[in-house]
């Protein structure tokens, strides 16, 4: 079964704004993933953060992680048409797979 | 960073016929590689686990002997989609992570481009 789910489901924006995704899983974590899929594409893996990091960056990417909260959250700080993607947060499970949330389909719109 | 790929991207196949899809490992090797599958839509459920030199490990609901994995070297798994019918047509991914003696820790995953099948 699935753990992890991101809010929101769905998030359109304007070019330029900032776009904030959010995710929660219910179980303990070694590391946690956001991985990008554009539509009918493979997957990108875009940031890991593992469980004693609190915040992460990669260019336009930030990412948090609460670990007492059981929750993480994507910024993308000046988005770009070309973000336009869906966007998931994966733990890893413990046979080394990797367990998926629902993901939240960003729309930026130019 | 390491690169997975898949073959084919594509496949439009009748009804009934059977469609093997590869992934390799291109610059590494992994001797546990991943199959997922992603209905339209939705996220990726994993279908099962790919062992080089054994038998896959099934998630519950996937059939064995309609996906048959082989996991026959450290760099290549196939997926046979075996007598395929409509409802499997779907975005299949799969994944490979480095040896853990490499990547410690890590869960950290590198993905195919997919295969997007239809069957007609």
């Known amino acids: 079964s699935q753990q992890g789910e991101e809010d929101p489901q769905a998030l359109s924006i304007q070019e330029g704004e900032n776009a ?57 700080t000046a988005s770009r048409a070309a973000d336009t993607a869906s966007y998931f947060c994966v733990r890893g499970g413990s046979q080394g797979n990797l367990i998926f949330g629902k993901g939240t389909k960003l729309s930026v719109k130019p | ?16 016929t059977s469609v093997k899809i590869e992934c390799r490992s291109l610059d590494f090797q992994a001797t546990t590689m991943f199959w997922y599958r992603q209905f339209p839509k939705k996220s990726l459920m994993l279908m099962a686990t790919s062992n080089e030199g054994s038998k896959a490990t099934y998630e519950q609901g996937v059939e064995k002997d309609k996906f048959l994995i082989n996991h026959a070297s450290l760099t290549l798994s196939t997926l046979t989609v075996t007598s395929a019918h409509p409802e499997d047509s779907s975005f299949y991914i799969c994944s490979a992570g480095e040896d853990r003696g490499r990547s410690g820790s890590y869960n950290e995953q590198f993905f195919g481009p997919g295969t997007r099948l239809t069957v007609l």
């Open chain 2, 1 to 16: 960073g390491a690169v997975v790929s898949q073959h084919p991207s594509r496949v439009i196949c009748k009804s009934g």
């Open chain 1, 20 to 76: 904030t995704m959010n995710c929660s899983y219910k179980t303990s974590i070694n590391n946690l993933q956001w991985y990008r899929q554009n539509s009918g594409r493979g997957l990108v893996h875009l940031i890991l953060i593992r469980s004693n990091e609190r915040e992460k960056h990669s260019g336009r990417l930030r990412v948090t992680l609460d670990t007492s909260k059981k929750s993480s959250s994507l910024l993308i």
